[in-house]
């Protein structure tokens, strides 16, 4: 136990130097002034123009208070997952953080919206970020490293939204629970993209639950997270598992972390109650001996998914450099060209305020056609930067499937897991170790004898690794 509080420490040690390393580069690339707007305020006669208005902020005190209430917030959820193993614990802080991250902060800063940010920043210098957004951006990976997906367990709003409403589950095909995980890191791919060219930042405007920390917001998105929430009552956190972009970096982390929830095997009865209540089938169950005939079989499999990984790379390249002038009309500039266009063919018979707020800056037609066909021969690479990541995702996972490994006992998956605690809130031997039933037949009828002697709680490595 010694050792979960050295890495404890460490973690928060590097933690810690990461926020420095991020008060040193937000000193260096600050920018004075307010960003230039794409087009001037055009000048209008009997109108004024509102001037814009600087929200208040608590200052470099309540930066750094965000910073330490979210370390805080990672230590205890990490603490409470793999130490004292309190389903308890976990489900109260997972309401504070939903209470606090969420409504009171309103979902602002978000880790996962932050990317987009780092995004940015990576590739413009002149951007300037903000010391609360790559904190948070950078703390939650740091801890995921280390102590697995902590950071979901409890800690983020919006899967403590959804941990909250996930009382009816059931469980999604395997097929097609490997299908939909996918559209997360296509999402994580698309959304760099985005921001790096500043065509938008698709994280945050398609946030479901942002509507809701706000209380209020559009109809469509208010109706796209009422939606979500609803499917949430019979699929486990449906946004976590195939639609956050942050959470599919967190997954690949969490393969590589020092620690993570364990299923003890030397206490493990095997009752099968873990498997059953996961409702994000995290838990795998033992496997069963192979047959030559099965062995031939998979060995088969493996090679046909290595031979088709590098077809699936080309096509996805392929269809990205396709769909260039789609990805490329996502920026404003090229809608207001495309508006425009459409005004000076005579097809469009009524301008907008944005062809309108164009002609009022006095610049050339021309000017905008030659920006916009450049923007679209450069969306031609990003876009087939974007197919060729999105054919690497899907032959990395063709081959992930057609490996076999072996597993002895219940295992919980390192990047599926997200350490909400469900599966040892109903273990029976941890209701013994609690004192909540005397003993197992208790739960598990027909099981003779007590729970080995073997400590409960094991923080341990495994050899097993899942994408």
Known sequence: MNSVFRWGLLSVFFAALAVGVVVYVNDVFAADGAPELMFPVPEFS??????????????????????????????????????????????????????????????????????????????????????????????????????????????????????LVAV???????????????????????????????????????????????????????????????????????????????????????????????????????????????????????????????????????????????????????LGMMISVPLAQWHPESRVAEQVRLEEMGVAEKTTDASDAFRGTGRSVEDLYASAIARRDRFFKLGGLLGAWTGIVVGIKLVHLSLRRRRDDYQADRAGCVSCGRCYWYCPVEKVRLGLIEDISEVVPGYEGAPPNSPLVQISGVEETSP
């Open 168 to 318: 009816r589950t059931v469980a999604v095909p395997r097929w097609l629970d490997h299908s939909l995980g996918l559209v997360a890191y296509i999402y994580l791919g698309a959304a760099v993209i985005f921001a790096a060219t500043r065509t938008g930042f698709i994280i945050c405007r398609y946030d479901p639950f942002i509507p809701f920390f706000r209380l209020g917001g559009n109809t469509d998105m208010l109706i796209f997270g009422g939606s979500v929430l609803v499917i949430g009552l019979f699929v486990g956190r449906p946004y976590c598992r195939y639609l956050c972009p942050y959470g599919a970096m967190l997954r690949v982390l969490s393969c590589l972390s020092k620690f993570r929830l364990s299923i003890p095997p030397d206490s493990c009865v095997n009752c099968q109650l873990c498997e059953d209540v996961c409702p994000y089938g995290a838990i795998h169950p033992p496997t069963v001996l192979q047959t030559s005939k099965g062995r031939r079989q998979g060995k088969k499999q493996l090679g046909l998914a290595l031979a088709a990984a590098p077809i699936v790379f080309g096509a996805f390249t392929g």
């Open 46 to 163: 009997d109108h004024p123009i509102p001037t814009a208005e600087v929200p208040h902020v608590d200052g470099e005190m309540g930066t750094y208070w965000d910073i330490a209430i979210l370390v805080a917030a990672l230590c205890l959820a990490s603490y409470f997952t793999l130490v004292t193993r309190s389903r308890r614990n976990v489900l109260i802080l997972t309401i504070a953080s939903l209470i606090w991250f969420g409504f009171w902060r309103q979902g602002c800063v978000c880790p996962i919206g932050a990317t987009q940010n780092v995004a940015l920043a990576i590739v413009d210098p002149t951007y300037a970020v903000p010391l609360t957004v790559v904190a948070f951006f950078i703390i939650p990976l740091v801890f995921t490293l280390f102590f697995g997906r902590t950071f979901c367990a409890s800690v983020c709003p919006l899967g403590a939204m959804q941990e």
